[in-house]
């Protein structure tokens, strides 16, 4: 079939230069990514004009930092898992495939962030780890009933300098936002993961992990991109999460055994209790930087408070489906 369609032959040579460029871009890239660090990145087109550069396997054994999930390529995907680099780029290309056969790690996916002494742009996706391979990045943690969540879970490390000189956490890039959103949907829509197990470093190994900090824009991966769990600003209230039926009500001062019962249930890992113990302060401040206090640094601390029990209660109501303990 022919079809008579009117082209501006301008307009046609501008699009042709604007796609070689873009193309250009790409190829440019990955040639300065392998200036600097001799690893040939192989860019892969996926949805939505999306490009994924992946590193290619080494010949040399140790450069894999990764190996075989127990179940082979059936193994179920369970969990994502976002980290901070504390690191830059470069650097944490080198770690994550340097030559040596003990403390190797690793992560499936490396976003960028801009960075200007090395010319590096935001939110280019790089993957490390095939992703049916078992990444090393997650190490001794637990949520709900799993344990060593390398087995079952895709981590997703984003350029950060994590903390400052100054003691302070460091936000995102915006691009580098978009990217890992981008990233996450496909991800989570391809292994159906739940939205209670898209989490931080810091929410399966609180005893010794806070990425990816108080920074990390969860309610804007919620509110814009459906990623993740969350409470919107009217569910936020008493009110608002009597709608959800909660199993038990809220007490009306804090108490101990209310929080962590529920953090237990909501699938953290700690012991109910009614005193405040460090398992109990080392999970709170992991509950506070992905909840109740996100965003907000001068109110990140281990002393519970009403909000935080407003917003544990209102998460194992809203989300009870999904949550197995």
């Known amino acids: 079939m022919i079809v008579d369609v009117n082209i501006d032959g301008n307009n046609l040579l501008a699009a042709n230069q604007n796609s070689q460029l873009k193309q250009i871009f790409k190829d440019v890239f990955a040639a300065q990514v392998e200036r600097a660090t001799r690893i040939s990145l192989v860019a892969e087109k996926i949805a939505n004009e999306m490009v994924i550069y992946k590193v290619p396997r080494f010949s040399e054994k140790h450069k894999n930092h990764y190996n075989d999930r127990s179940g082979g390529d059936s193994t179920p995907i369970t969990t994502l898992i976002i980290h901070y680099t504390v690191i830059n780029f470069y650097r944490t290309l080198e770690v994550f495939t340097s030559n040596i056969d003990v403390g190797a790690v690793s992560s499936t996916y490396v976003i960028t962030q801009q960075e200007q002494q090395f010319q590096i742009p935001s939110g280019k996706i790089i993957q490390i780890v095939p992703e049916e391979k078992r990444a090393w990045h997650a190490g001794i943690s637990k949520w709900q009933n799993m344990s060593n969540l390398n087995e079952n879970s895709i981590g997703i490390e984003l350029v950060n300098e994590g903390v400052n ?122 509950f506070k930087a992905h909840f109740s206090c996100n965003q907000n640094p001068e109110k990140y601390n281990d002393t519970p408070d009403m909000n935080d029990m407003i917003w544990i209660w209102g998460l194992t109501a809203k989300y009870r489906d999904y949550l197995q303990n």
């Not at 890992?180 to 989490?199: D, E, G, N, T, Y």
């Not at 900090?213 to 999460?241: M, R």
């Open 165 to 286: 000189k100054q003691n302070q956490f460091v936000p995102f890039d915006n691009q580098q936002i978009i990217a890992l959103a981008q990233l996450c949907r496909i991800i989570i829509q391809k292994f159906k993961i739940s939205p209670v197990c898209i989490l931080g470093h810091s929410d399966i190994a609180p005893n010794r992990k806070i990425d990816p900090g108080i920074f990390f824009p969860w309610g804007k991966l919620y509110n814009i991109y459906g990623i993740g769990a969350w409470l919107k600003d009217e569910e936020q209230t008493i009110d608002g999460i009597k709608k959800y039926d909660p199993e038990e009500p809220l007490p009306e001062k804090v108490s101990i055994s209310f929080l962590s019962r529920h953090l237990k249930k909501y699938g953290y890992d700690i012991q109910e209790t009614n005193v405040i113990t460090k398992q109990f302060s080392d999970v709170l401040k992991a």
